[in-house]
């Protein structure tokens, strides 16, 4: 798309937006200080570089796309591939399986910092930070579906202190990143039927979840969040992680509550709970997916559950208290395209709630005329957001429309075609 084409159609819609007194120019500036924090594992279908194991623990990528990427390297190539084609500065999320070890297998209890300087290093030369996970699936001691929550004394003391050193390697990262760099704990604990007793497993992963949090950390370098679940496979009857279980945990621990797009019933939404979770939170993390029928983490589209999240970031003006992060991993269709297609859409999605005429639909609710608050939102649907959205492509010197694809095909052609297993 050519640039005085961008220039002009942004003028007029500029214009149009002004009407219902919405500056642009502000919204412009505001979507290009957004961060999304984009998951590696959407780069090799949830593989990990640790081994081949299958994945367990309710974690399920379907597809054989070829050319998935098989190492650090190529994973971290395509990932650049992407980061190119997004508007705007963003954080890579890394998980505990993704380590360098240099061809020695390490263990979960005994990873450490160094094992991750190889993308240390690679995101200070890309500009960027990464925030973290420990891994507690795809592993012989998960498989009977409990890690932090086990019965078996050993089998939690080895996941508390993959949980605490999981910590460190977020500091770690936090540091040398000029951070903080989020540490997002989610465990796949649960009965695939009616267990008999609930209690005991919750109350053994609050002493699993202290022992892990027992060191402090400076939070300057790294944030603990704890990310909640409503069922998985083989945990459909019961999830010891529950909503409300880390919702009272983080807030009596002061830890960061983690929302999942597809952790909840179908017809909950996250955005519905943003503004409800503020008052008592400094701080939130959303995992931005794409439920369909389950926990299916298909990739983010510009679709209306996206807008209402952003929406309620953007109403409550919390940016700087709500981090985004994208959760989805789809192994049909070309990965890199999926990265795009999933951060521009989130991107897209806080742009468009940063062009709603806010101010005139709280004046209108202010004042009683709710009808005119519905109107506003109404006509608000119809303007020109396209022109804007390709403006700020342009501004932020990445592909506008559709022009991006075509370089996507390119790297597919050159790069991925060549990689045979």
Same mark, same amino acid.
């Not at 819609?13 to 290009?32: F, K, S």
């Not at 209890?109 to 890309?126: K, M, T």
């Given at each position: 798309?050519?640039?005085?084409?961008?220039?002009? @159609? *942004?003028?007029?819609?500029?214009?149009?937006?002004? %009407? +219902?007194?919405? $500056?642009? /120019?502000? !919204?412009?500036?505001?979507?290009?200080?957004?961060e999304i924090s984009i998951h590696?594992?959407?780069?090799?279908?949830?593989?990990?570089?640790?081994?081949?194991?299958?994945?367990?623990?309710?974690?399920?990528?379907?597809? @054989? *796309?070829?050319?998935?990427?098989?190492?650090?390297? %190529? +994973?971290?190539? $395509?990932? /650049?591939? !992407?980061?190119?084609?997004?508007?705007?500065?963003?954080?890579?999320?890394?998980?505990?399986?993704?380590?360098?070890?240099?061809?020695?297998?390490?263990?979960?209890?005994?990873?450490?910092?160094?094992?991750?300087?190889?993308?240390?290093?690679?995101?200070?030369?890309?500009?960027?930070? +990464?925030?973290?996970?420990?891994?507690?699936?795809?592993?012989?001691?998960?498989?009977?579906?409990?890690?932090?929550?086990?019965?078996?004394?050993?089998?939690?003391?080895?996941?508390?202190?993959?949980?605490?050193?999981?910590?460190?390697?977020?500091?770690?990262?936090?540091?040398?990143?000029?951070?903080?760099?989020?540490?997002?704990?989610?465990?796949?604990?649960?009965?695939?039927?009616?267990?008999?007793?609930?209690?005991?497993?919750?109350?053994?992963?609050?002493?699993?979840?202290?022992?892990?949090?027992?060191?402090?950390?400076?939070?300057?370098?790294?944030?603990?969040?704890?990310?909640?679940?409503?069922?998985?496979?083989?945990?459909?009857?019961?999830?010891?992680?529950?909503?409300?279980?880390?919702?009272?945990?983080?807030?009596?621990?002061?830890?960061?509550?983690?929302?999942d797009a597809g952790h909840y019933?179908?017809?909950?939404?996250?955005?519905?709970?943003?503004?409800?979770?503020?008052?008592?939170?400094?701080?939130?993390?959303?995992?931005?997916?794409?439920?369909?029928?389950?926990?299916?983490?298909?990739?983010?589209?510009?679709?209306?559950?996206?807008?209402?999240?952003?929406?309620?970031?953007?109403?409550?003006?919390?940016?700087?208290?709500?981090?985004?992060?994208?959760?989805?991993?789809?192994?049909?269709?070309?990965?890199?395209?999926?990265?795009?297609?999933?951060?521009?859409?989130?991107?897209?999605?806080?742009?468009?709630?940063?062009?709603?005429?806010?101010?005139?639909?709280?004046?209108?609710?202010?004042?009683?005329?709710?009808?005119?608050?519905?109107?506003?939102?109404?006509?608000?649907?119809?303007?020109?957001?396209?022109?804007?959205?390709?403006?700020?492509?342009?501004?932020?010197?990445?592909?506008?429309?559709?022009?991006?694809?075509?370089?996507?095909?390119?790297?597919?052609?050159?790069?991925?075609?060549?990689?045979?297993?």
């Open positions: 798309m050519k640039d005085e084409t961008i220039a002009k @159609n *942004y003028a007029d819609a500029r214009d149009g937006y002004a %009407e +219902l007194g919405v $500056d642009t /120019e502000v !919204a412009l500036e505001r979507a290009g200080g957004v590696c594992w959407q780069g090799d279908d949830v593989t990990g570089f640790e081994g081949s194991g299958p994945l367990t623990g309710g974690i399920l990528a379907t597809g @054989n *796309y070829p050319g998935k990427a098989r190492t650090p390297d %190529e +994973l971290r190539a $395509d990932f /650049e591939t !992407a980061y190119r084609l997004i508007p705007g500065t963003h954080r890579l999320n890394l998980h505990a399986s993704y380590l360098e070890h240099g061809g020695t297998p390490v263990d979960r209890d005994r990873v450490e910092p160094s094992h991750f300087n190889g993308w240390i290093e690679w995101a200070q030369g890309l500009g960027i930070g +990464l925030d973290f996970n420990p891994t507690f699936f795809s592993h012989p001691k998960s498989d009977d579906g409990f890690t932090l929550a086990h019965r078996d004394k050993s089998i939690r003391g080895f996941w508390v202190e993959h949980g605490r050193r999981s910590r460190e390697i977020s500091a770690e990262m936090g540091r040398r990143l000029k951070g903080p760099s989020i540490d997002n704990f989610w465990i796949p604990d649960g009965w695939k039927d009616q267990p008999a007793d609930r209690l005991i497993h919750r109350e053994l992963l609050v002493e699993s979840l202290d022992a892990i949090f027992a060191k402090e950390l400076d939070p300057a370098h790294t944030l603990d969040a704890v990310e909640s679940k409503l069922f998985g496979i083989a945990s459909e009857a019961y999830v010891v992680g529950s909503h409300e279980f880390y919702l009272a945990y983080a807030q009596s621990r002061g830890k960061v509550l983690c929302m019933h179908p017809t909950e939404s996250i955005a519905e709970k943003v503004s409800a979770l503020l008052p008592f939170f400094p701080q939130l993390l959303l995992h931005v997916s794409r439920p369909i029928r389950w926990d299916s983490d298909h990739v983010v589209l510009f679709d209306d559950e996206t807008r209402a999240i952003m929406r309620e970031i953007a109403r409550a003006q919390a940016w700087d208290r709500v981090f985004v992060a994208l959760d989805f991993f789809d192994a049909s269709i070309n990965r890199i395209e999926a990265w795009v297609i999933g951060t521009r859409a989130a991107l897209k999605a806080a742009l468009y709630a940063l062009l709603e005429p806010a101010a005139l639909i709280r004046e209108a609710e202010d004042e009683g005329r709710l009808g005119d608050r519905l109107a506003f939102q109404e006509e608000a649907k119809t303007l020109p957001f396209g022109a804007v959205w390709n403006e700020f492509c342009r501004r932020q010197e990445v592909p506008a429309g559709a022009d991006w694809i075509s370089e996507v095909a390119e790297y597919e052609r050159t790069v991925l075609a060549s990689r045979v297993d």
